[in-house]
């Protein structure tokens, strides 16, 4: 059963916060907690919503849904403890205040044609959105970024 999995979802015996960690890690580039909470805040939108799997694993090692090879590939030491301290703070309830209920997000800078995508926020090297009907979104170009707005709270 679990090499069945591990083919499926590259995520078979690794805890939530590993894979939050690769998430984090190899979506936001290490380029800022802003951009690893953001990360983190769109799989637990994806976790709690009951349109995709249930566990964090689950999420983040679905296929064509983030980095290639997201679960194998190797995490360079030097960025950890930060990746380690944000993952962590995030599977306590951290989320980054301009999310909301964000499920996607893409590089920044790059631009899609579609008219569904509404934009909440900027940050860390990657644009996150909303899906809505076209007449519901206010926000359909990316925002300037922002950084600076998570950080050590107790969680």
């Known amino acids: 059963m679990c090499l069945a999995l ?14 939050m960690e690769r998430a984090m890690y190899f ?21 709690e919503s009951g349109q ?37 703070s995030v599977l306590k309830g951290e989320r980054h205040p301009m999310i909301g209920d964000a499920m996607f997000f893409h590089t920044a800078g790059h631009r899609f044609p579609y008219d569904n995508m509404h934009y909440v926020l900027v940050t860390g090297g990657n644009a996150f959105y909303e899906r809505r009907p076209s007449a519901l979104v206010t926000q359909p170009v990316p925002p300037q970024p922002m950084e600076g707005l998570t950080g050590w709270r107790g969680w």
């Open 27 to 47: 979506e936001s580039n290490r380029s800022s907690r802003d951009g690893m909470v953001a990360v983190g805040s769109v799989v637990m939108n994806r976790v």
């Open 52 to 88: 995709y799997p249930k566990s964090v694993c689950g999420v983040v090692g679905q296929r064509f849904q983030f980095a290639p090879r997201i679960m194998s590939r190797r995490m360079d030491s030097r960025s950890l403890p930060l990746v380690r301290e944000t993952a962590r």
């Open 6 to 19: 591990t083919a499926l979802l590259g995520a078979c015996g690794r805890s939530p916060q590993e894979c």
